[in-house]
């Protein structure tokens, strides 16, 4: 019962939406692991991102789309910044931007930023 009332209170915050039609979102939460992906819809080429997890301490973010296409990613504790430094874009689609590790989760987390 715990574990459903905080997956549904987790997919209540996971959801962020952005003015130009980028929508980022949580999945494959796994906090026994410490791991989780975010995904990302969007209709046009995304050069570069930025966002905050709290609930939770990043530890890292590597992989999927963003890592794909050549960018630089980094973290603290609170958010992940994905960049390219040759001015690469991430096309539009529907796809895994970044798998994140991350420790210390609470029993709500959120997108913000």
Known sequence: MLRSLITTLTLICTTFIFASDVELSIN???PDAGTMTISMSNESEVAGFQFDITGLTITGASGGTAEANGYMIS?????ILGFSLSGATIPAGNAVLVEVTFENADEEICLEN
């Not at 973290?75 to 958010?79: G, K």
């Open 28 to 30: 494959n939460y796994n």
């Open 75 to 79: 973290v603290s504790e609170t958010t």
